[in-house]
Structures are given as structure tokens and as C-alpha cells.
């Protein structure tokens, strides 16, 4: 009986009520809203923990990655979900409301939509460009140059040209007005690593802890309520399924803003189940769970700074800065490996199948550190040294528009000279070809064997 009151009792929530319910587990499928509820009110608000701009400093240049928008489900997660829904419609009995519901639920995802940007997706881009512009004026006034570049999937191209929307006719993007480079190179460096392709991308065995957890006491009894709302046997559901009813709720909510009969199969606990089989997943494919997860990103990562010692330069030398602007839309697995590179959001143990409760604080939690629309900004400022007595060159970072704590000081600001020594490591011994090249088998490997 228990099971069966508690999917009532859920279905009375105020889900629709922002950040309330379940959106708050949604992981890398959430809004952009859950990391700043302020948005859900006005879009285009800077919020109450607005970044005031170092005093006596002038920004030079800024860097921001940032992740698409909000987007349509992928066309397997589409053929998923129609053959739960057409399963649910061929049994669906009357005296099974939940059951009767989900058979009832129009089903209008088609596979064509394969991960496109929703039109949600586009305003998340417009009114992030916005709010930037809004922060930053001095570095996006008329006429500045905009490099724009992005992954080559659909998704960010158009989330790219959103947010050039977003801005308006004034910025210049340089020769060819419409122009976003394409750039897989930096943007889907996991794609070109082959190491991690091999490794971890196409290993069966490397999701281990993921595939355990599916298995495990915390997502049977998951799986259990939710075969007792649906009337159906526990052995006929899966945790893909499961996963696949739960990415609907997620969807439905972010796409259409509704709340579909969907979410009612799921309490709030069962939701945090299944954040952590997300977080799993991520934390073992793109975060710290292997070392080539992050490394594979240093290409990006040397990139940023690059542009950041020409600015310098330039800035040393008096001349104009050259790329003042550098916006590049890539997705989660751009920004994930990226900010474990650096170190950020690390817990002192690594996310298992067995310690879930035990990371019930975790850091790693990938809702709040990925969402849609997800941004990291890099912004170097000038400043001026009688005024600040430090050093003339000094960087912020802001991930989804809040200020970031720097690891070496726990300060929202640091000198350039100390960002650089402390990731010297990375900076120096990093290469990309090295880190991503598979490991050479000589003959007498396969002779052993
Ligand atoms: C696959 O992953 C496992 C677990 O990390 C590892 O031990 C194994 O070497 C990997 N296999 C390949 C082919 O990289
Ligand atoms: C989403 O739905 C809620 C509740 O129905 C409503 O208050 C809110 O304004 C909607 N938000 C958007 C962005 O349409
Ligand atoms: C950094 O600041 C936070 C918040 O004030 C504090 O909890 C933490 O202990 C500090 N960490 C270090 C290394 O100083
Ligand atoms: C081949 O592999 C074996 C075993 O790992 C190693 O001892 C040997 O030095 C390797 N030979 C060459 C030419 O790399």
C-alpha cells in the first residue's frame, strides 16, 4: 500500500512552483533557473548576488563557455520513451489511475527533434547574452569585435546565434557579420581524444560503478514503487525505463513548463536516487573518476590562457586589445572536464554505488554546476596599481553568472601572475597530444597472451 499513497501524495505537490518539487534533482537536464531562481521572476535581472566590478580595474577581456540551452531529448531517448508510453497504452486498465494517466498523456516527442535547441533553449541564450552585456558594459559597447565559435551540433550553433541575437545589431563579429567559427577542436575535445574514446567513451567496463548502482538497493526500490503505481510487475520495468519516465518529467517541465502525469511516478526522494545515477554517470564520464576525463581538456584550458597572456601583452604594449570578447557555446562535456581540471566541486571521496547516502552533500552535483545554459567566464581586468597597491593584472571567474572562490585563496579575485603559478602544472606538462594518444602495444603484448 505504502508506494501507492505516496504517488498520490506527490501528485498534490506544487510542482509547478519554480525550483520547488522535483526540478531541483533534474541534473544536467535542469533549467537554468534552478542555479538562479531570481530569473523565474525577471529574465533578465542581474539578481541580488550581482558581481560588483573590482574597484580602480577595467575589464580587458572576457572569455565565456558556455553550454547550449534548453533542448529536446535526444531521438534514442525518444524511441525509449514511445515504447514505454505504447507498452503503458497496450495494459493500461482503468482501475489503475497512474497507469490510465501516462496511457492518456499525448505523446508528441518524434525523433526528428533528436537534441535540437527548444524555443526555450533560444530565450535561455538571448537573455544570458543580455544579462552579460548588462554586467560588462564597458567590454561589450558598440563596435567592440565578438569572436564567436561554437561545437558543430545544431544545438549550439543555434544557441550561438541566439545569443549574437541577444545582443543586438551594435557588436561588429568582424568580417562576416553572420559568421560563428566552428570549433570541435576545443569544444568536443572528447570526441578527439583518443585515449578517452577508448578508455572511458567506448569501454564497456569503465561505467562500472554507474551500471552497479542501477543494480543496487537505492534504485530497486525506485523501481519497485513505480512498477506498483503502474500496476505492473517489477521485473517488467528497468532502470533505463525508469530513467526514461523520469527524463520525460524533466523534459516536459522544461521545455513546456507543465507538469506532466509524468512527475507523479516520483517522490522527492526517489528523485534524488535518480540525480545521483546521473551525477554518477557524469562524475565517472567527465569528472574526476578518470584523470583523462579532465586531461583531455587541457587544449581548452591553454587555450583560455593564451588569449588571456595576449591580452596582457597587448595591454603592456598599449596596443588595442584584439579580442576583447571570445564567446564559445559548447555542452556539459565541455564544461564538466574543464572545471575538474581545475579542481572545482572535488569530494573527498569518489562517488560510488555504495555510498550514496553518504553523498548526500556532495559537491559533484552536476544540476548546479551544468544546467542548461550552463556559463563559465573568465574576465581580466587592468587595475590600477597606486589605487590597489597589488598587481596591474588581476582575473575573476564567474560559473553561471556567481562569482567563484579561486582554490589557491578562496577569493573571488586574483592577481594573473598567481592564477598562472598556481596551475603552472597544468599550463607547463599538459599537452593535449600526449595526454590523448593511445598507449603503444608492442608485439610482445599480444604474444603473451
Ligand atoms: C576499461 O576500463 C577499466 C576500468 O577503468 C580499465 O581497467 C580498462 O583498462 C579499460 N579498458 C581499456 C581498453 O581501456
Ligand atoms: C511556468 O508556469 C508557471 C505556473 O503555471 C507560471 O507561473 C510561470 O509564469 C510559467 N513560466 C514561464 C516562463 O512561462
Ligand atoms: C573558504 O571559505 C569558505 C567560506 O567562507 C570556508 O568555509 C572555507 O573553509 C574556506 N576554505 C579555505 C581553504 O580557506
Ligand atoms: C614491449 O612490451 C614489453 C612488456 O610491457 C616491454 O618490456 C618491452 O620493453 C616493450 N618493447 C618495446 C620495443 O617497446
Known amino acids: 500500500m505504502a508506494p501507492r499513497r505516496a504517488a498520490c501524495v506527490v501528485l498534490l505537490l506544487p510542482l509547478a512552483v519554480w525550483g520547488a518539487g522535483l526540478s531541483g534533482y533534474f541534473g544536467t537536464k535542469s533549467r537554468y533557473e534552478e542555479v538562479n531562481p531570481h530569473l523565474a521572476e525577471d529574465p533578465l535581472s542581474l539578481g541580488p548576488h550581482a558581481a560588483r566590478l573590482p574597484a580602480a580595474c577595467a575589464p580587458l577581456q572576457l572569455r565565456a563557455v558556455l553550454r547550449h540551452g534548453t533542448r529536446y ?90 545569443f549574437r541575437r541577444g545582443l543586438g545589431p551594435s557588436l561588429s563579429l568582424g568580417a562576416d557579420e553572420t559568421e560563428i567559427e566552428v570549433n570541435d577542436a576545443l569544444m568536443r575535445f572528447f570526441d578527439h581524444c583518443d585515449r578517452f574514446v577508448a578508455f572511458v567513451e567506448e569501454n564497456d567496463t569503465a561505467m562500472y560503478q554507474v551500471n552497479a548502482f542501477k543494480e543496487g538497493p537505492e534504485m530497486r526500490k525506485v523501481m519497485e514503487k513505480v512498477a506498483s503505481a503502474l500496476c505492473m510487475p517489477a521485473s517488467e520495468l528497468s532502470a533505463d525505463l525508469v530513467q526514461v519516465a523520469f527524463l520525460t518529467c524533466s523534459y516536459e517541465l522544461t521545455i513546456k513548463n507543465v507538469t506532466s502525469p509524468w512527475c507523479s511516478l516520483f517522490s522527492e526522494e526517489d528523485a534524488k536516487v535518480l540525480e545521483y545515477l546521473n551525477d554518477l554517470k557524469q562524475y565517472w564520464k567527465r569528472g574526476y573518476g578518470y584523470d583523462i576525463n579532465s586531461r583531455s581538456s587541457c587544449i581548452l584550458f591553454q587555450d583560455i590562457f593564451q588569449q588571456l597572456d595576449k591580452a596582457v601583452d597587448e595591454s603592456r604594449s598599449s596596443k588595442p586589445i584584439s579580442s576583447p570578447l571570445i564567446v564559445q557555446v559548447g555542452h556539459a562535456e565541455t564544461l564538466q572536464p574543464l572545471l575538474a581540471l581545475m579542481g572545482f566541486f572535488k569530494d573527498a571521496e569518489p562517488l560510488r554505488a555504495n555510498n550514496y547516502f553518504r553523498q548526500a552533500h556532495r559537491k559533484f552535483r552536476s544540476g548546479r554546476i551544468v544546467p542548461y545554459a550552463a556559463n563559465l567566464v573568465f574576465v581580466l581586468y587592468h587595475c590600477d596599481q597606486a589605487k590597489t597597491s597589488k598587481e596591474e593584472y588581476q582575473v575573476q571567474m564567474l560559473l553561471n553568472e556567481k562569482l567563484m572562490p579561486f582554490l589557491h585563496s578562496n577569493e573571488t579575485i586574483s592577481t594573473y601572475a598567481d592564477l598562472k603559478s598556481y596551475y603552472k602544472d597544468i599550463l607547463q606538462n599538459c599537452n593535449f597530444e600526449e595526454e590523448c594518444e593511445l598507449p603503444k602495444f608492442n608485439g610482445t603484448v599480444t604474444d603473451e597472451l
Not at 495494459?91 to 516527442?109: K, T, V
Not at 547574452?129 to 560588462?136: E, G, H, I, P, Q
Open 73 to 162: 531529448p535526444t531521438a534514442g531517448q525518444i524511441r525509449r520513451l514511445a515504447e514505454l508510453h505504447g507498452r503503458l497504452r497496450r495494459a493500461a486498465e482503468p482501475s489503475c489511475p497512474a497507469a490510465a494517466a501516462l496511457a492518456a498523456w499525448p505523446m508528441w516527442y518524434e525523433e526528428s527533434l533528436d537534441g535540437r535547441l527548444a524555443p526555450r533553449g533560444r530565450r535561455d541564450m538571448e537573455h544570458l547574452a543580455r544579462r552579460l552585456a548588462a554586467r560588462f558594459p564597458a567590454l561589450f559597447a558598440a563596435r567592440r569585435r565578438l569572436a564567436l565559435a561554437s561545437s558543430s551540433k545544431h544545438r549550439c550553433l543555434q544557441s550561438g546565434a541566439a
